[in-house]
């Protein structure tokens, strides 16, 4: 039971990571002068009302920044043909060597465990005054 559990969110865990490696997004900003104005990651950062008048003075006071964070793009699988015959021998050696180590325990057998108890119906110690001290 645990080391199914384990397994499952262990292989969870794993494609999260996968996930998260291989997403890339961007942040855009933008500044009037020195103060921020918008942050925005989905969609164009809104534009300030100065933005508009720098088309009339032609000056521009109001930048824009945009950072692009990259994630992975190329995901490569390797096989056990694609180490060199040394790691292959210390993986086949370490992997021959340590697998009694995690050998599984006999299943037990529990000759009570569909047993219920019968129902009380008084508590006999307080009837019969008998109390362990």
Avoid: R, W
Wanted: charged share 25%; aromatic share 12%.
């Amino acid at each position: 039971m645990i080391k199914e559990l384990l397994h499952k969110s262990f292989s969870a865990l794993m494609a999260l990571l996968v996930l998260f490696s291989t997403v890339s997004f961007t942040i855009e900003k933008h500044f009037c002068g020195d103060v921020l104005v918008d942050v925005s990651m989905f969609a164009d950062a809104e534009k300030c009302e100065m933005e508009a008048l720098e088309v009339l003075l032609k000056k521009t006071c109001c930048k824009d920044e945009i950072d692009v964070f990259k994630g992975q793009d190329e995901l490569t699988v390797s096989t056990f043909e694609d180490l060199d015959f040394e790691k292959q021998q210390f993986l086949a050696a370490f992997t021959y060597s340590y697998i009694d180590c995690f050998a599984s325990l006999p299943k037990q057998t529990i000759p009570h465990k569909d047993y219920s108890p019968p129902n009380l119906v008084t508590d006999i110690q307080v009837l019969d005054q008998v109390f362990i001290i």
